[in-house]
């Protein structure tokens, strides 16, 4: 191997203190603010950053010290990151819904001094949690709302911090000088499906090389506009809003509630998005219900042109190039629809759109392609900085997740598993060698926990979590997220968790999508109240079968869901049934309904159904209700 | 002395007594509330104090000033601000308009700076907008700033109606039946609302309401009205256990309607 490109062998912090040098006054980051867009400049920003770390350093912070962070997209988080980065410690980000236990148990874990929680409801959170926590000795907030004249020790303004800091900052460069950039820089805690957060130590240099590599295949500019409304918990997030905005000098944007995230998109026109799954389907689902209600000749337009673009898209998918007469058309509809729709959407000058985290079904792909937007898919971990391989331009596929980015070389392993190495590769897991152990081979290797293989075009493709590929009792190999992805295409069904290890078939236990399935209900005019009620009628256990007979023809016998109920409460990740990142905690479900599965098993068609729900705090809730169990018919036409 | 003292108040309408020698006081920086059976008068009392209605006798004054001697529309400007219980927001204008419109008693530069909108009316209208904007922020209006009032759902209407009152920075808001026709979660927020604006924003209140729960968790007094007079007077546990209110406004004894 030659010598390492010297571009992103620098550290965070470095790359703020250059931005500043090099074209100070420009705009760094914008936060909306009493109605109005207020603009920080690179100055600003580098300003409040080192009187932070000021602030820090009086308290005594220093390399290996942690900082945690929680709350909404603000500036302020980004400042805290890069101040404790500047003294040589690291910045742990937590979701804020995560429950008070986790929170208890990381605080515990990285023996932090200080939190950075943003708002009255944080800082409740974490006075909540002080008395079990030595440690904790400063709590930051900055948003006063609540706060005024609340006397805690060690509670104090962001601005209060800043003033404690201002006669120290001039020395903001000498501590950055002595960084590197493989010291640890983020930690950030990765979504387990089973047990405790493990919780990832990132170095500047993983994050960097990161960006970089991406950067190569996916152009940023300078010019870009980025809006940040993704949790800065989230090791995308940081990848967009923190290493790459750095090391681009692109503008992050801050939204101004969570609730207004839609429309300050819409101001903005952010050039380069990056968002889970759920935010597209989310999108695509929503447009379709804002057609359903909208005037006859908007709906008219859009039943119109949306199979031409979509007819467009489907030919790049397949690698042809589209015929004059198709262009043609598009450029009508274009005119006339696409262009509208992507600038209510906030679209109109995206030039780089991602997706990842999970996989994403085929006709949000196909819908974001038809109306121009160009989605890619990505793959990645927590552990490798975020991203491994993304599709390249021209070469979208639904089944693959593209290739490697440069740097990155992935293997396959005799078990099926993928395994990665590059230069993003993290550190370690904080505190916990046994888990750093089984992650990362002898080699350096990154274990991703997930089975795939390459495809004949040399692209990836994802099947499962080794741990979760299951067999059927005559040994056939499934895996249920695939079944279960395949279910969620449908805008009917939330969330599905198939069931069938050492079973004869497989079933399903399915959530409807309240919203969608709702819309549906009333416009058959069926009356219904709760959830609860709408999942268990007739009619919705029909619409959900005959979604189920459409997908199971596409499929080889053995895949066929035979069975499925509809289950009377949404999968929820409070209840302990997902991850944060709304991936399916398999056993948990599958201890919880374990009558419902000897159900699905069983010719029963009816049942009540018990559940009962501890939660962190001891209390126990308790749901019951009667579900339908339903074959679906073999052999159904679609 | 109280900072609103309601004196022997009378007020008939031909022959119909809507209120009777009616008199309550309300301490500064204190929660009161008003409530009684339908008809009793409670919203006559409010449109007294406001200036909608002439009471016939008795007196009402706030923080000592005679308010029966100052004309309805110039009591804003005494520091009283209200809000009603059929939302009467301009439903053609947007949410951030209507809240601008609370803060007219403020407004000081006259007709020729509004056309010409020039330096002092300029500057007047951004600090205005930036108070309002405090408003929006506090009772989380940012996704509604500018829609039209009349096109929001209800429950965000009666927080428009609220913001209006508190644009106006009054010392003491009066409101009517805040907590009409809102569900359990929007009933929660409203009286979050209320505290807050007590404690934070130092505003004394009076409010008209049905909610006995509501109204036993944040009151500081309850003044019960039935047929036009002061049946009680008094903190709210010992107001809930009188007979004479029982018996006229909350039931018989297996019927008291403490909350939901």
Known sequence: MGEAPKSYLDTLPGLLLARAGTHGKKTALREKQWGVWQRFSWNDYLRAAAEFAGGLKKLGFGPGDIVILIGDNRPEWLFAELAVQALGGMALGLYQDAPAEE???????????LVVAEDQEQVDKMLSLRAGLPHLSHIVYHDQKGLVGVNEPGLMSFEAMREEGRELADQFPKWVAALSPDDPALIATTSGTTGRPKLAMLSHKNLLSMAHNLGLVDERRQSDEFVSFLPLAWMGEQMMAVASALLFGFTVNFPEEPDTVQDNIREIGPNVIFSPPRVWENLAARVRVKIMETTRLKRLLYDLFLPVGIRLADARFAGKKPGL????????????????????????????????????????????????????????????????????????????????????ELTIA???????????????????????????????????????????????????????????????????????????????????????????????????????????????GLTYTTYQDLSAKPEVYALVKDEIAAINTQLAAQMRVRRFALLFKELDADDGELTRTRKVRRKVVSERYGTLIEALYSPVCAMNLRAEITYQDASVREMCGDLRLEDVAEGTAA | MAFLEVTDVTLTFRGLAALTGVGFTVEKGGIVSLIGPNGAGKTSMLNCISGRYTPDSGGISLGGRDLLAVPSHARTKLGLSRTFQNIALFRGLSVLDNLMVGRHARMDYGILASILYLGKARRAEDAHRRRVEDVIDFLGLSPYRHQAAGKLPYGVQKRVELGRALAAESDLILLDEPMAGMNLEETEDMARYILDINEEWGMSVLLVEHDMGVVMDISDKVVVLDFGRVLAEGPPSEVMANADVVAAYLGGDDAVFLGR
């Open chain 1, 325 to 408: 007469g198709l262009r043609l058309a598009y450029g009508v509809a274009w005119f006339c629809l696409f262009r509208a729709l992507k600038d209510r959407l906030g679209f109109s000058n995206v030039r780089s759109a991602s997706t990842g985290g999970a996989a994403l079904g085929p006709d949000a792909f196909r819908f974001f392609h038809a109306i121009g937007v160009n989605l890619k898919q990505i793959y990645g971990q927590t552990e490798i900085s975020g991203i491994s391989c993304i599709h390249r331009d021209g070469a979208v596929d639904f089944t693959s997740v593209g290739q490697p980015i440069p740097e990155t």
């Open chain 1, 414 to 524: 005799d078990d099926g598993e993928i395994l990665s190495k590059s230069p993003s590769v993290f550190l370690g897991y904080y505190k916990n060698p046994a888990a750093t152990a089984e992650t990362l081979t002898a080699d350096g290797r990154l274990r991703s926990g997930d089975a795939g293989y390459f495809d004949d075009r040399g692209r990836l493709v994802v099947i499962d979590r080794v741990k979760d590929v299951m067999t059927l009792c005559d040994g056939f190999k499934f895996s249920p997220q695939f079944m279960e992805n395949k279910l969620k295409f449908s805008p009917y069904v939330k969330e599905a968790v198939v069931v069938g290890h050492g079973r004869d078939h497989l079933a399903a236990i399915v959530c409807i999508d309240a919203e969608i399935v709702g819309r549906w209900a009333e416009s058959k």
């Open chain 1, 103 to 113: 929170i208890a148990y990381i605080l515990e874990l990285s023996e932090a001094r």
